[in-house]
């Protein structure tokens, strides 16, 4: 067995991911908690604008990027920037129109299930293509997203939410966690239970921001890890040995 | 229907490279970029270690992870079952490189050369440069060759340079659906198998490694 870790995915590619699915999760959060704030979605929207600016940095023919766009039929990265497409005039129309940010979390929603799926595909990684990295990747955005949405309302339905999303995500970590055992992923998994989780809840009644930056920062490592540490090709293996000479 | 697929007999390959140093030739591939080249495996645990060469590459799969991520369209397969990368519609992403199970898809993003200044073999190819490359099966000397009435396997003018280069005669080419072909002969004689079936990508690399009971 010969195994690799990918390099052609750095802390770029990462960031799409920390950030999009902040972005995301936040833009889901706003439509949920019905949070009137024109900063909340300019913040969501920069977020992700942020993470597709970070994969532009990275690909290598930066002129051609709109060629993301011509495989719908079959790639989670094509489908994931006609997410971007939708989400970014839904989240601006949701700020002049109210009704417009349910539509616009529909989006966000789609965007972020794209993103996990684009690990999914990845066949070669067995941290990747993990079934269970789906539950993750989305559960970790809502969790970054309701984190973040806690800046700006401190209303009973989002705190239920958080409290919802960070329990959603630490199920999905023991149960991702299981399948894809990855020793590279242990420290960041355990400040996901005891500072993103544990700590998380247990400041939710008391100090708000707080608890959401811990479900944040803590989601956002993960995340990296994740992309840039956790991504080991399986690598090359023999079912049989060749057979020489007299046997 | 033609289907074009390579073997290697794991029996006779001595792991020597020069196949590697024939594919970088023939394709002039930049420094570090090898499209073919054999890996050497241990397998087992000490004592019991055991010594094989793996000629590995792209292996056209019949059901390409890299086709199916590739955002841009860039990755196709054709009919007759090479995958090929278009290098004017690629962006560069390397989302095939992470997708692809066998580390057969390289990225450079500058020009770089084996010495400081590009020898004649190293033809400045900025078509290159910023996109996924990898094993193309040498598919323009098949094209040729086939243009020409020769068959891709048999006659040396086309088969991918790997083939052709091999001193121990451990790598062959040929038409995996034609039960008459050359390699379609080997797999009925010999056992094989294919690296990682288990993923569902149907590699067109075949390993030999034993006679047919």
Known sequence: MMRWLQRHWDARAAANFVL????????????????RDVSAVALALALVALGLGAVWLEIGRKLRALHVLFNPFTSWMTRESYAA??????GVASIYVPAAATLAAAAAALFLYCQARILRASKGIPAWRAPEVV????????????????????????????????????????????????????????????????????????????????????????????????????????????????? | ??????????????????????????????????????IDLEVGEYPNVKRAFVPVGCMHCDDPPCMHVCPSTAT??????????????????????????????????????????????EPRDEKRIGVATKCTFCVDRIDAGLAKGLKPGIDPEATPACVNSCIAGALHFGDVDDPASNIAELLAENQFFRMHEELGTGPNLYYLWDKAP
């Open chain 1, 85 to 90: 497409l939708l989400l970014f005039p839904l």
């Open chain 2, 76 to 121: 196709r397969k054709r009919a007759d079952g090479i995958v090929t990368v278009d290098y004017d519609l690629c962006i560069g992403c390397a989302y095939c490189a992470v997708a692809c199970p066998y580390q057969a898809r390289f990225k450079v993003d500058r020009q770089e050369f084996a010495f400081e200044t590009a020898m004649p073999s």
């Open chain 1, 135 to 247: 539950p993750l990747v989305v559960l970790t955005g809502l969790a970054e997203g309701a984190g973040l949405a806690l800046f700006f309302s401190e209303s009973t339905v989002l705190q239920a939410a958080f409290a919802i999303a960070v329990v959603a995500r630490y199920l999905a970590w023991r149960r991702y966690r299981a399948a894809a055992p990855s020793a590279v992923l242990e420290a960041p998994g355990k400040a996901l239970v005891w500072v993103g989780t544990v700590g998380a809840l247990a400041l939710l009644p008391f100090m708000l921001p707080l608890a959401g930056v811990a479900a944040l920062v803590t989601g956002g490592w993960l995340k990296l890890a994740l992309v840039t540490r956790a991504s080991i090709n399986q690598g090359f293996a023999l079912p049989h040995l060749p057979v020489r000479g007299a046997r």
């Open chain 2, 1 to 38: 229907m033609t289907r074009w697929a390579m073997v290697a007999d794991l029996r006779r390959c001595v792991g020597c490279q020069t196949c590697t140093a024939a594919c970088k030739q023939a394709n002039a591939t930049p420094p570090g970029v090898q499209w073919r080249r054999v």
């Open chain 1, 20 to 35: 999009g699915g902040a972005g995301s999760g936040l833009l889901i959060c706003v439509a949920l908690a019905d949070i």
